[in-house]
């Protein structure tokens, strides 16, 4: 918990527990405002949950670090980097949704024509719609089982406690297949300096060195960056 929540927390409780000591009014004084902002504080704390498991983060992550592994330049491109574009990516595939959340939810909220529980209702759809999209019918029925849900004829009806685990399972099996196509190439390369070395005799040679600058000769002649992302982003059309 930051240190915004657990002071929103504490004032909370202390409004709760001891209305009317030394702050001049009376707990019936106090407006739903206050709620809300302990409400929205709480939710901060969430927030890296919901970037991971509710948005297209976790398969562009997943792919670059497979890329980077694939290329063998062990922290080349650094973490930050990764971290940075699969950010900057997952902000470019979600700007749909985040566009129809804000006309929809945040803006009427602000503007305090809608509570705030009717903003979160109406913030549920896009996302579950975009995860709707993107989940196998497998792992979905998968959830549906255990959670033991009969019934329900759309899937638009199910509740996020099953659609969010079976969108992240069905996101990891499509980050490691586009992970494996990736490495294909790469592991030919590899082979290929391993049987050449094998073949003159320099055994205590690592191969990778060898074959490094090769990948990436290969993925900057082929354009990689550019063939991976454009493929990474309309895999989610």
Partial sequence: MNKRTAIGTLALLMLILVPG??????????DNSIINLFILLTLLSFIPAILVMFTSFTRIVVVL?????AIGGQQIPPTPVIIGLSLFLTLYVMSPVVTNVQANAITPYLN??????????????PFKAFMLRQTREKDLALFVNIAGIKGIKDKKDLPL?????????????????IGFLLYLPFLVIDMVVSSVLLSLGMMMLPPVIISLPFKLLLFVLVDGWNLT????????Q
Avoid: H, N
């Fill in 161 to 177: 406690r099953v659609v969010v685990p079976a969108f992240t399972i069905s996101e990891l099996r499509t980050a490691f297949e």
């Fill in 229 to 236: 992302i454009g493929s990474l982003v309309r895999s989610f």
């Fill in 65 to 69: 670090a497979f890329l980077r592994q």
């Fill in 21 to 30: 000591i030394s702050y001049g009014f009376d707990l019936k004084d106090v």
């Fill in 112 to 125: 305090e024509e809608i509570s705030f529980g009717e903003a979160l209702k109406k913030a549920e759809p």
